[in-house]
């Protein structure tokens, strides 16, 4: 049977790992298994770093959404259900970008759930 040397595919994957690592400290960037395992760990953490990214915008919009609510008379869970009674269909996103940069905008929304809440039929 042939030896198998692996040419270059050996060193390319090494340099891949080793590149990734630049910057680590001490032997994170200079030895390989160190520095794979600091890239594969690094790499755990940055997916999900991105599914808590989401989770995080989403309770900052809440907290700015509700903020705002309490400035017009209104809790967050109410001002949530009068826009949906209402029909409007804005997402948090939208809304807390409303609440921050434009307060009339805002207040006439509040209105607008505060009115449907009122003419809901109690159940």
Do not use: C
Not at 56 to 80: E, H, T
């Amino acid at each position: 049977m042939p030896r198998v040397k692996r040419g270059t595919k050996r060193s390319d994957r090494r340099k891949k790992i080793l590149k990734r690592a630049s910057g680590y400290f001490l032997t994170k960037s200079k030895l390989y298994q160190a520095a794979q395992e600091a890239v594969e760990r690094g790499l755990k953490f940055a997916y999900s770093g991105r599914k808590q990214k989401k989770r995080q915008f989403r309770s900052l919009w809440i907290v700015r959404i509700g903020a705002a609510a309490k400035l017009n008379g209104m809790s967050y869970s109410q001002f949530v259900h009068g826009l949906k009674v209402a029909g409007i269909e804005l997402d948090r996103k939208v809304l807390s970008d409303i609440a921050t940069n434009d307060a009339a905008g805002f207040t006439a929304l509040a209105e607008q759930a505060k009115a449907a809440l009122a003419n809901q039929p109690a159940a």
